[in-house]
């Protein structure tokens, strides 16, 4: 899998989420919300790779992130299926880029959250207190994303996950410290207009996004039409 380091940016690059710990992983995850933000997937017509079968490859004493049954991760099908386009958690260093607010430090400063030093360590895992099965905490809420970080509750327009929005994020970004909080800090902070204004904002944004994804697929149909035409 290969994209341009832009287009990665743009959409927060790696999910760092603990649901990707051990092998339920893969580039899928970043090909899903690359194509939910309207790129275009390109499968080689003519070369492929098989993973052949090896001792530990299903996971033998690793960790496993919640999965299909088929070891595809769920998590990276319901962005696939929900239209997200950003990582569930994601890279500080990779955020300073996306948002140009540290473009002086090059490729040395790049870092990983301190937190993952401890929780991603093999004793940790294995008493199971770092990890809640299910995909992720993320709800919707009256057009507004609600996930759980480290610190409490996050909240902020689901729109601006869109790549051409996610820059202002930030700036209605509502933190609490419980969800109910959160709620009634919605309630308080938000006029009610722009609570009706922004389940319309979302619905339009994903209207074009499934136009988009529609074009998408009537391309893909008619360039294997083709190819089979010419073979």
Request: glycine fraction near 8%; proline fraction near 4%; include cysteine.
């Amino acid at each position: 899998m290969c994209a341009r380091r832009d287009d990665l940016i743009a959409i927060g690059g790696a999910d760092e989420h603990i649901d990707y710990l051990g092998h339920i992983c893969g580039p899928y995850d970043m090909t899903f919300r690359l194509v939910n933000s309207g790129h275009h997937e390109i499968w080689h017509q003519t070369e492929f790779m098989y993973h052949t079968w090896h001792p530990g490859q299903a996971g033998e004493d690793n960790y496993f992130g919640p999965h299909d049954g088929r070891h595809v991760s769920t998590t990276a099908l319901d962005a696939l299926i929900s239209g997200r386009t950003m990582p569930i958690e994601k890279n500080e260093s990779i955020k300073d880029l996306r948002l140009a607010t540290d473009l002086e430090q090059g490729v040395d400063a790049f870092r990983i959250a301190p937190a993952h030093l401890i929780s991603w360590q093999k004793d940790n895992i294995r008493k199971g207190r770092q990890w809640v099965a299910g995909n992720s905490s993320r709800k919707i809420w009256h057009g507004f994303v609600v996930d759980q970080t480290t610190d409490g509750f996050v909240a902020y327009p689901r729109f601006l996950e869109h790549p051409d929005f996610s820059e202002f994020q930030g700036q209605f970004e509502i933190h609490a410290s419980t969800e109910a909080d959160l709620h009634e800090r919605l309630d308080d902070s938000i006029p009610s207009r722009w609570r009706l204004v922004f389940p319309v904002v979302t619905l339009l944004t994903y209207v074009s996004r499934a136009l988009g994804l529609t074009s998408l697929y009537l391309q893909r149909r008619w360039g294997q039409l083709t190819h089979e035409e010419h073979t």
